[in-house]
């Protein structure tokens, strides 16, 4: 079974500055999916950025950006020029691109504060 | 808007007692999911579909119940052998190519008193 981890549970980050949250994953598969989602106070879940393992090009969306390492299996999201609104919940998730609609499979989360 | 629609936002119940709660999406989506969230402990999947008329469980499905008689609608049914219902409960759904994302519902917050 794949598993997903998030070493950090807590970040902080001046506003403006960059942050770099950590995330790795545990898979035998050779294609899939990997995502950044955001939960802000309000609980919404919010898709911040997406990887398809058999593109090598990291993926960027505005601020945010990951560095995507297949071979160690590692795929950390770095948010650019922080600011207030990016304080919330962040997780990482792995799905499977093997056998049909398969469920995302999250690590535990990294809680972001943005300092003003 | 297409979406998903979870009810009630909010929810207490007695120990001992069953309670149901609602998703609903219009997003024409074929997999539906469940999935808990308690502090600490990322989301947790209690229960997936595929189609209609099909679920599997996932990791934490002792205690709950599900249905999917109808493309729209995939109900959570919190028993009263779940021993620690308390918790953040998300609803979730994807169109049928596994074309990535999840989408998901505001979720459902169920106090148990």
């Known amino acids: 079974a794949q598993t997903v981890t998030q070493s950090q549970p807590e970040m902080s980050v001046q506003e403006a500055e960059t942050v770099t949250l950590s995330c790795t994953y545990d898979?035998?598969?050779?294609?899939?999916?990997l995502f950044w989602y955001k939960q802000p106070p309000s609980r919404q879940m919010i898709l911040v950025i997406r990887?398809?393992?058999?593109?090598?090009q990291n993926a960027t969306e505005n601020r945010f950006s990951v560095n995507f390492q297949k071979a160690a299996k590692s795929f950390s999201l770095k948010i650019s020029d922080s600011q207030l609104g990016d304080a919330a919940m962040y997780f990482c998730a792995y799905r499977s691109t093997y056998s049909g609609n398969t469920p995302l499979v999250f690590g535990k989360g990294t809680r972001l504060s943005v300092i003003a | 808007d297409g979406g998903i629609t979870q009810s009630p936002k909010y929810l207490f119940r007695k120990e001992g007692q069953n309670v149901t709660l609602s998703c609903e999406q219009n997003?024409?989506?074929?997999?539906m999911y469940w999935y808990r969230q308690d502090p600490g402990q990322g989301l947790r999947l209690i229960y997936y579909?595929?189609?209609?008329?099909?679920?599997q469980k996932g990791d934490i499905a002792e205690g709950y119940s599900v249905s999917r008689e109808k493309k729209e609608s995939f109900p959570l049914t919190v028993t009263s052998a779940q021993k620690n219902p308390t918790a953040f409960y998300l609803c979730a759904s994807s169109p049928s190519l596994n074309t990535g994302e999840l989408f998901f519902g505001e979720g459902s917050r169920l106090t148990v008193l």
């Open positions: 997003l024409n989506h074929d997999a």
């Open positions: 579909s595929q189609i209609v008329n099909d679920f």
């Open positions: 898979t035998s598969e050779s294609d899939y999916y």
């Open positions: 990887q398809e393992a058999y593109k090598q």
